[in-house]
């Protein structure tokens, strides 16, 4: 499974971003896909995660209300929408999936990440 985001960029405080992250490979055994990110001198941060099989997606306490994760399986493709950001947003945001069956046992993948700079 490879994953490539896109998207990121400069946005003024109380803007809106919207995070690409394009999924390739063996697609029929993901389990989860979300979004983390990582802040200078911070540790990672879960974003938001969506459950393949169904329910509701999990995020962040600091993003909640504000930020959305969605998915278009046909495109192998899955979002981010962020809006209202502020200064804490900044960070490099990584789209993850874990991945897996039986056999395998469960596996994790990650992009190389996207910059995301708030500026006040």
């Known amino acids: 499974v490879q994953l490539v985001e896109s998207g990121g960029g400069l946005v003024q405080a109380g803007g809106s971003l919207t995070l690409t992250c394009t999924i390739s490979?063996?697609?029929?055994?993901?389990?989860?896909e979300g979004w983390y990110r990582q802040a200078p001198g911070k540790q990672p941060e879960m974003v938001a995660v969506?459950?393949?099989?169904?329910?509701?997606?999990q995020y962040g306490d600091s993003v909640k209300g504000r930020f959305t994760i969605s998915s278009d399986s046909a495109k192998d493709t899955m979002y981010l929408q962020m809006r209202d950001v502020i200064s804490e947003d900044t960070a490099i945001y990584y789209c993850?999936?874990?991945?897996?069956?039986?056999?395998?046992?469960?596996?994790?993948?990650r992009g190389p990440g996207t910059q995301v700079t708030v500026s006040s």
């Open positions: 490979g063996d697609t029929s055994n993901l389990k989860t």
């Open positions: 993850d999936a874990l991945w897996g069956t039986v056999e395998t046992g469960l596996k994790s993948f």
């Open positions: 969506r459950f393949i099989a169904g329910g509701n997606p």
